[in-house]
């Protein structure tokens, strides 16, 4: 996200989701999504209020049985969590997403993750995508897409030094890429 444009959640076209014609359709239709992130909303808690500014009803880490009947039910990162919902088949009858973010993808748990019961995959990073598609062959239902991440530049915002006194530190990473 940068300069406060959200990227399409599902897809991520890097366009608003008013703008996606592939999510219009959750816009409308008010969805039930489950998001199973065992890193306690590091990265998805800006999905989860998007989401509910949307006027889906989105449940953070529930128990294993709220998949049944949400529509969606989000994955990150690609863990235990997608690992053991898919090799055990849990009962849902909504899609699945999962999205590998880095340490997850050199652990190998994509090799654990049964991807005919996967519906999308997200990837964050060229050489985290090119990793994962080597080392796993994903059946034609799985969808792929790579979002890179960005920063809110209206929630984290630069401010000035209270005295001259203090550190300045900044760090930016794969600006370019």
């Excluded at 991520?12 to 998001?35: A, Q």
């Excluded at 652990?107 to 999308?120: F, I, L, S």
Aim: charged share 25%; hydrophobic share 35%; net charge neutral.
């Amino acid at each position: 996200m940068i300069s406060g444009v959200v990227s399409c959640p599902v897809h991520g076209d890097n366009e608003t989701t008013e703008k996606c014609p592939d999510c219009r359709p959750y816009m409308y239709e008010k969805k039930k999504i489950v998001i199973m992130d065992s890193w306690g909303g590091k990265f998805t808690r800006p999905l989860q209020k998007h989401w509910e500014e949307l006027g889906h009803t989105v449940l953070f880490n529930p128990q294993w049985d709220a998949m049944e009947d949400a529509d969606i039910t989000y994955f990150e990162p690609m863990d235990n969590g997608i690992v053991t919902a898919s090799q055990e088949n849990k009962p849902h009858k909504g899609k699945i997403y999962v999205k590998a973010i880095d340490i997850d993808v050199w652990a190998n748990h994509h090799g654990g993750v049964k991807w005919e019961y996967v519906d999308g995959l997200i990837t964050i990073a060229d050489h985290i995508t090119e990793k994962l598609m080597r080392e796993v062959k994903l059946p034609p239902n799985v969808k792929h897409k790579q979002i890179k991440y960005g920063v809110n530049l209206n929630e984290f915002t630069l401010k000035k030094p209270e005295n001259s006194n203090c550190v300045r530190l900044a760090y930016v990473t794969g600006a370019n890429r």
